[in-house]
C-alpha cells in the first residue's frame, strides 16, 4: 500500500497504522524521511515521470498497490484579490492534479487485481468554505467530486474510493497558524480541541479494512464535529 505525504504529520500516522497492522507500506515526499518499515521513496508527486518511477519501484519491491491513501497537500493562503495565477495552481497541481495521476495509475493494478482501496485526504474546508483558503478549498472540493465519479466507474469491481475531511489536526500546517487563530478555532469546535494525526489515521485504516467493504463514495469528517457530519 502507498501512503503520499507519509513523511509527516497525518500522512505520517497513517503509514504508522498500517505498518503496526503487519501491512506492507510505501510512503513518498519530496524530502525523505518516512517511518522505520516503510518503502520510503523520494518523489515530487507533481512530476508524472517521478510518480511512474515511484509506483515501478514499489511494484518491483511490494506487488501492486492495493491500498491507496493520496495524502499529500500543501496550502498557499492569502485573500482572493492577492492571490496569484501561480498560488491558484500550485495547490491546485499538488493537492488535486497529483491525485488524478495517483489514482489513475494505481488503478492500473486494482482493476487486474479486482480489489482495491482508494482514499483521499480532503478537508473540512471543502465543505465550510475558508476565507483565504480559495486555492486550496477548490482542491480539496474537487477530490469529492474524484472520489465519487470512481466510485461509479470502478465499484463494480470492488474497488472503494472514500474522502476523509479532517477538521483541525496538529500537524506542522496548523503549526504555522497564529496563537491566536488556533484560539478561536478551538471555540468553534464543540470537542474544544484539535485532532491528533492518530485520530484521522484510525478512520483511513477503518476504510482500508473488510469492515468497510461496502463503504464507497463516502466524505467521512473527522473534525470533532466542526462540521456537524457534513
Ligand atoms: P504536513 O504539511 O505535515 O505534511 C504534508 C506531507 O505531504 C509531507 O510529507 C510532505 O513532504 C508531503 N508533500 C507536500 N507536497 C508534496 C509534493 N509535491 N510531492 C510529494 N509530497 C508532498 O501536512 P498534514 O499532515 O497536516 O496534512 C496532510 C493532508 O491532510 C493534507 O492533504 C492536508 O491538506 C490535509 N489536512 C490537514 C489538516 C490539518 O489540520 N493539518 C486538516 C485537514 C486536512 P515534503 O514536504 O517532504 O514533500
Redo the contacts with the bound molecule.
Sequence with gaps: MLV??????????VAEAFLAQGDQVA???????GPEGALDL??????PA?VEAAFAEIEEKQGPVEVLV??????DDTLLLRMSEEQWAGVI???LT?TFRLVKRASKGMLRLRRGRIVL?????ALLGSPGQVN?AAS?AGLIGIARSLTRELGSRSITTNV???????????AGLPEEQQAAYKQQIPLGR??A?EE?AGTVTWLASDAAAYVSGAVIPV?GGLGMGH
Excluded at 476523509?164 to 496548523?174: C, L, Q
Aim: with cysteine; charged share 20%.
Design positions: 503520499t505525504g507519509g513523511s509527516r504529520g497525518i500522512g505520517r500516522a510512503v513518498t515526499s519530496r524530502g525523505g524521511g523520494v518523489c515530487d508527486l507533481t512530476d517521478a493520496a495524502n499529500a497537500g500543501i496550502t497541481d499538488t493537492n497529483a485526504m480532503s478537508s473540512v474546508v486550496y480539496k476523509v475531511a479532517p477538521g483541525y489536526v496538529e500537524t506542522d500546517m496548523t484539535f485532532a494525526p484521522v473534525d
